[in-house]
């Protein structure tokens, strides 16, 4: 994986190959795409934030230092655009309050979980409903630490470096986000 | 909750995983004769569980075309057209570049990227095999000496400054530059990139159209 990054990276750089860019769109979109979907909420902005964010990558390659992971330098664009726009909107997110617009997991957004049995499958759905709302309903600083931590199952110190947060703060994030979730599931 | 403190901290320490196999050990002890901090470490870990149940989520299918659309392109005219009405100050600063290099004497002898670009120099020898400019034993280059994507060797004699972009320059003991030498970074690369590309562009504006 990262010598292959590092290929396509290189012929971006070099002879602009944008060939070698639509590869490392499609190598990294679904993660980019899940993030910004858990973080704002909603597939239409997922999908706007996605878009943006490997457009700003493009544009600024040159910036990307080749020694560090090519993924934290890409997840950081990412949370910072939803952090952006999380901001810009009016905050809907607290730890009491019923969210609006929080879509399910419908449109564009594709489970795989065909193996599952019907039945199981809406019982499925709902847990991800619930997960996904209840996400949503976290400040953005609890939300970003618990996705990468538990959706994109990330360390603490990668974590740390896409946050652009001390390690010890990450886990402070997490642990209060947990702490929410926990309080919350309970009456369920 | 926890019944204390200390043990809500290290049920948060087992969770990330960063507790010996001693204090692991005297925390199950304890959830043993307390339900409390018992229940509370069951309902985490069940939180946990839940959150990474969640099932990964793909993109739309035509993203990776959407995005591809809206680069800058290199083949598509309204690609750098959308791009310099974009980026004013970048398109304005690739004009400049390219005023300023093309009053040089410019032979760019190919036009595609990752081939080796000379200017300023007609009597240097071009060795795309190996992918090296020489300036040969005996040779003068009166001006300045551009090369991109190539290592110059240089065994002559240059009077002006010697450029190399994105290769190496080489100085053989006999070889001489006047000037100073320079070896430019991916910075400007890139805005590189976009003057060629321009004039490109705008040497078959016309034809094209
Ligand atoms: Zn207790």
Redesign the interface.
């Given at each position: 994986m990262d010598a292959v990054v590092k290929r396509l990276i290189k012929a971006i750089?070099?002879?602009?190959d944008?060939d070698a860019?639509?590869e490392l769109?499609?190598l990294y979109?679904?993660k980019?795409?899940?993030i910004a979907?858990r973080m704002t909420g909603n597939?239409y902005e997922a999908?706007d934030v996605?878009?943006e964010a490997?457009?700003r990558a493009?544009?600024n390659l040159?910036s990307y230092d080749e020694s560090r992971k090519f993924s934290t330098w890409l997840f950081r664009i990412t949370t910072n655009l939803c952090i952006d726009r999380l901001r810009k909107k009016k905050p809907d997110y607290s730890l009491d309050a019923e969210i609006k617009g929080t879509e399910g997991?419908s449109g564009?957004?594709?489970?795989?979980?065909e193996e599952l049995l019907p039945e199981e499958q809406v019982v499925?759905f709902e847990?991800?409903d619930?997960?996904?709302t209840e996400?949503a309903k976290l400040p953005p600083k609890y939300r970003s630490a618990?996705i990468l931590r538990?959706?994109e199952?990330l360390s603490?110190k990668e974590i740390g470096d896409i946050l652009d947060l001390p390690d010890n703060t990450v886990?402070t994030h997490?642990?209060r986000g947990?702490?929410a979730?926990?309080k919350r599931?309970?009456n369920i | 909750m926890a019944c204390q403190k200390k043990e809500e901290k290290q049920i948060?320490q087992y969770?990330?995983g960063e507790l010996s196999a001693a204090e692991r050990k005297e925390l199950f002890a304890h959830f043993e004769k307390c339900p409390a901090c018992a229940a509370?470490y069951r309902?985490?870990n069940?939180?946990?569980m839940?959150?990474?149940?969640?099932?990964?989520?793909?993109?739309?299918?035509r993203?990776?075309d959407?995005?591809?659309q809206?680069?800058?392109?290199?083949k598509k005219k309204p690609g750098w057209r959308k791009w310099g009405r974009r980026h004013p100050i970048m398109a304005a600063a690739a004009i400049f570049v390219l005023l300023m290099s093309s009053s040089m004497m410019s032979i760019w002898n190919d036009q595609s990227?990752?081939q080796i670009a000379v200017a300023g120099g007609e009597n240097v020898e071009v060795d795309h095999e190996h992918g090296k400019v020489i300036v040969p034993e005996g040779e003068v280059v009166r001006g300045d000496l551009m090369v991109r994507?190539g290592e110059v060797e240089v065994h002559g004699e240059i009077q002006g400054d010697l450029t190399v972009i994105?290769g190496e320059p080489y100085l053989a003991s006999a070889g001489h530059v006047a000037g100073d030498i320079e070896d430019v970074d991916?910075?400007l690369?890139?805005m590189w990139?976009y003057t060629k590309k321009f004039t490109t562009e705008a040497f078959t504006w016309n034809t094209e159209e």
């Amino acid at each position: 994986m990262d010598a292959v990054v590092k290929r396509l990276i290189k012929a971006i750089k070099k002879e602009d190959d944008q060939d070698a860019f639509a590869e490392l769109v499609d190598l990294y979109k679904d993660k980019v795409y899940q993030i910004a979907y858990r973080m704002t909420g909603n597939s239409y902005e997922a999908q706007d934030v996605a878009q943006e964010a490997f457009l700003r990558a493009y544009a600024n390659l040159e910036s990307y230092d080749e020694s560090r992971k090519f993924s934290t330098w890409l997840f950081r664009i990412t949370t910072n655009l939803c952090i952006d726009r999380l901001r810009k909107k009016k905050p809907d997110y607290s730890l009491d309050a019923e969210i609006k617009g929080t879509e399910g997991l419908s449109g564009y957004s594709q489970l795989s979980s065909e193996e599952l049995l019907p039945e199981e499958q809406v019982v499925a759905f709902e847990m991800q409903d619930w997960v996904q709302t209840e996400i949503a309903k976290l400040p953005p600083k609890y939300r970003s630490a618990i996705i990468l931590r538990y959706i994109e199952d990330l360390s603490i110190k990668e974590i740390g470096d896409i946050l652009d947060l001390p390690d010890n703060t990450v886990k402070t994030h997490i642990h209060r986000g947990r702490e929410a979730l926990r309080k919350r599931l309970r009456n369920i | 909750m926890a019944c204390q403190k200390k043990e809500e901290k290290q049920i948060d320490q087992y969770l990330d995983g960063e507790l010996s196999a001693a204090e692991r050990k005297e925390l199950f002890a304890h959830f043993e004769k307390c339900p409390a901090c018992a229940a509370h470490y069951r309902e985490l870990n069940k939180t946990v569980m839940f959150v990474q149940s969640t099932s990964h989520l793909e993109a739309p299918p035509r993203m990776t075309d959407q995005i591809m659309q809206n680069l800058p392109s290199r083949k598509k005219k309204p690609g750098w057209r959308k791009w310099g009405r974009r980026h004013p100050i970048m398109a304005a600063a690739a004009i400049f570049v390219l005023l300023m290099s093309s009053s040089m004497m410019s032979i760019w002898n190919d036009q595609s990227a990752g081939q080796i670009a000379v200017a300023g120099g007609e009597n240097v020898e071009v060795d795309h095999e190996h992918g090296k400019v020489i300036v040969p034993e005996g040779e003068v280059v009166r001006g300045d000496l551009m090369v991109r994507n190539g290592e110059v060797e240089v065994h002559g004699e240059i009077q002006g400054d010697l450029t190399v972009i994105n290769g190496e320059p080489y100085l053989a003991s006999a070889g001489h530059v006047a000037g100073d030498i320079e070896d430019v970074d991916q910075a400007l690369e890139w805005m590189w990139y976009y003057t060629k590309k321009f004039t490109t562009e705008a040497f078959t504006w016309n034809t094209e159209e």
